[in-house]
């Protein structure tokens, strides 16, 4: 056999019952078991609910769902497989496998909604407008960057989080204010399905983020977060605007720039530092919250009085067999 | 004022709520194989929300064995729940598994490692907290 044939690497079989990392197995139980397919969501039930839509709801909303497809199709195609080449352990390149597959299903059910309820050339016009929208390509092109194989894998996680965890929400927030009106439900069930996926894979590169940092002297890691608080007040500056061109029309701006807000914090803790933003800049639209968590509770405070006193979880089993009670 | 016990994975997000409060804490353990602290007085129970999507695996199993010993589960006097609103109805669920299975309330639910007015409210409902619990005679 000749050399060039022997010296090639091989990847190690991944072996599942020798975990170095517990975080792996435990994050890709809970994506597999949340697996679904758009095929589930019985979009058709909100074509009536459509047709009520003025013509420039139904293309702000068209548009912002192509401004989250191109968000997607990176994911799937870009970043998902560049955080593999950096993966520690073999399962946790098992796990990234998952999560870009997931990117594509997200990138499609968009497209189950347009095949449901809208015209073939509205739909070509919305995705023509997303490839020459500058604030879409420009903060595509800044993750992009990133994603670029000379960058460093903590600046990667970043980039990544920041997309999983805070550039989906300007778009994220209309299927909920439509849902908030009794608008489109069965669509918001849908984007609720993406936006728990997306929790999770900001919350598990987030976690990786922190195990890398850990390797890192002082300096280092106050370096990365300093390029993580600068990034993100370029992607902030770049989705302001992006908010005010979609949604000045509808006066809905301010609202959803407090719900960037509190998604960029999120973004942020995902990472292990402190928000950005401060609490009063981050009051969301209680509407928003109820339509993001509907049968939550969502104003439950014992010490306050407000809400029951006692939150028993709906969807509950509660039976687990490590209970000895 | 009386204890607080906490439970956080490596991700830390409970572990920085914890450390915000800046109140004396006992942590339960990551590792099965380390003992579990030893609690002598009443406590509140600060722990994260594990549920997939059908709302099982909420409580984390360390959490779980640490409340399995009557003695302790007998102490506890109310819990704080993390979790996050993305995750809708089973936002911060492991709260009302816990409320449920040890009847007691519970007391605040957070996202993440909370926010200054999660962390604001929750010091100053602790302290009245214990308050009234003090005034009950014994």
Aim: charged share 25%; net charge negative.
């Amino acid at each position: 056999m000749k050399d060039t044939v022997v010296s090639r690497a091989v990847p190690r079989a991944v072996n599942w019952n020798r975990l170095e990392d517990d975080k792996d197995l435990e994050i890709w139980n809970r994506l597999t078991v949340n697996f679904w397919l758009p095929e589930k969501v019985p979009l058709s039930n909100d074509i009536q609910s459509w047709s009520q839509l003025t013509p420039q709801e139904q293309t702000l909303t068209i548009r912002v769902f192509t401004g989250l497809t191109l968000l997607d199709t990176i994911q799937n195609t870009v970043g998902a497989p560049t955080l593999m080449e950096d993966a520690i352990t073999p399962h946790e390149e098992a796990v990234l496998s998952n999560i870009s597959f997931m990117e594509a299903v997200h990138a499609r059910s968009y497209s189950s909604v347009f095949s449901t309820l809208c015209q073939t050339d509205q739909v070509d016009e919305a995705f023509r407008w997303s490839s020459e929208n500058e604030h879409l390509q420009a903060k595509s092109r800044l993750i992009l960057d990133e994603y670029d194989a000379t960058s460093s894998p903590l600046r990667k996680k970043v980039a990544s989080v920041f997309l999983e965890s805070f550039l989906f929400y300007s778009g994220f927030y209309l299927p909920m204010h439509w849902s908030s009106r009794a608008r489109l439900t069965n669509t918001a069930d849908l984007i609720r399905l993406i936006i728990r996926d997306e929790a999770i894979h900001g919350y598990y590169i987030g976690y990786k983020f922190q195990r890398g940092m850990e390797r890192l002297s002082e300096a280092e890691r106050q370096e990365i977060k300093d390029f993580a608080f600068g990034l993100m007040f370029d992607l902030y500056d770049i989705e302001a605007r992006y908010t005010e061109q979609l949604y000045d029309p509808l006066g809905l701006t301010e609202d959803v720039k407090n719900f960037l807000h509190y998604n960029a914090n999120k973004a942020l803790q995902n990472l292990g530092f402190e928000g950005l933003f401060p609490d009063e800049a981050c009051r969301v639209n209680p509407a928003i919250m109820a339509a993001l968590s509907p049968n939550s509770d969502e104003n439950h405070d014992f010490f306050s009085g407000s809400g029951s006193s006692y939150v028993i979880g709906k969807a509950v089993a509660t039976e687990d067999e490590d209970w000895d009670f | 004022m009386s204890g607080l016990v906490f439970f956080s994975s490596r991700s830390g997000n409970t572990r920085r709520f914890v450390e915000k409060l800046d109140l004396a804490a006992d942590r339960i353990p990551i590792d099965e194989t380390e003992a579990f602290p030893d609690i002598r007085a009443p406590y509140v129970l600060i722990c994260p929300t594990y549920a997939d999507a059908h709302g099982r695996g909420a409580v984390h199993r360390q959490v779980i064995r640490f409340l399995n010993a009557p003695e302790r589960r007998a102490l506890l006097r109310g819990v704080i729940a993390g979790g996050n609103r993305n995750f809708g109805a089973t936002f911060a669920q492991a709260g009302g598994v816990i409320a449920r299975k040890c009847n007691v309330p519970v007391l605040y639910r957070f996202e993440l490692a909370g926010t200054d007015t999660d962390i604001a409210r929750v010091k100053a409902g602790l302290e009245t907290f214990w308050g009234q619990e003090c005034s009950i005679p014994a």
